[in-house]
């Protein structure tokens, strides 16, 4: 008996494929993508191009990075000025660990 898995995935591939192209923006999606990738085989410097032109802005880590490093200055700053203030949250904090604590015990 011949294996007929393989074969058989790939009759499935296409028939969700079919099936998934009765949506008209799929349809067009699948045409604008594939008028894309034509376009990029016959100009491939234009693709080299939209590479490096995008490699100038900056990359969502360093967004993130930029992003964590802002609050992170804030957070020391405020705990500079305010002394009391941080006392006070660390206080919170140990309260509501203890109500935690307590009514897991109970």
């Known amino acids: 008996m011949?294996?007929?898995?393989?074969p058989a995935?790939?009759?499935g591939a296409l028939?969700?494929?079919l099936v998934s192209l009765v949506d008209k923006s799929?349809?067009?999606?699948v045409v604008s993508g594939s008028k894309k990738v034509v376009s990029f085989a016959k100009n491939p410097?234009?693709?080299k191009n939209q590479f490096s032109s995008a490699s100038n802005e900056p990359s969502k880590f360093e967004q993130i990075k930029e992003e964590v490093l802002f609050w992170k200055d804030t957070i020391e700053e405020i705990r500079r000025n305010n002394p009391e203030l941080?006392?006070?949250?660390i206080d919170a904090k140990d309260t509501?660990?203890?109500y935690r604590d307590q009514k897991h015990l109970n």
Do not use: P, W
């Open 96 to 98: 509501f660990m203890k």
């Open 26 to 29: 799929t349809r067009e999606n």
């Open 86 to 89: 941080e006392q006070s949250i």
């Open 2 to 6: 011949k294996n007929k898995l393989i």
């Open 9 to 11: 995935v790939l009759l």
């Open 45 to 47: 410097d234009e693709l």
């Open 15 to 17: 028939v969700g494929g």
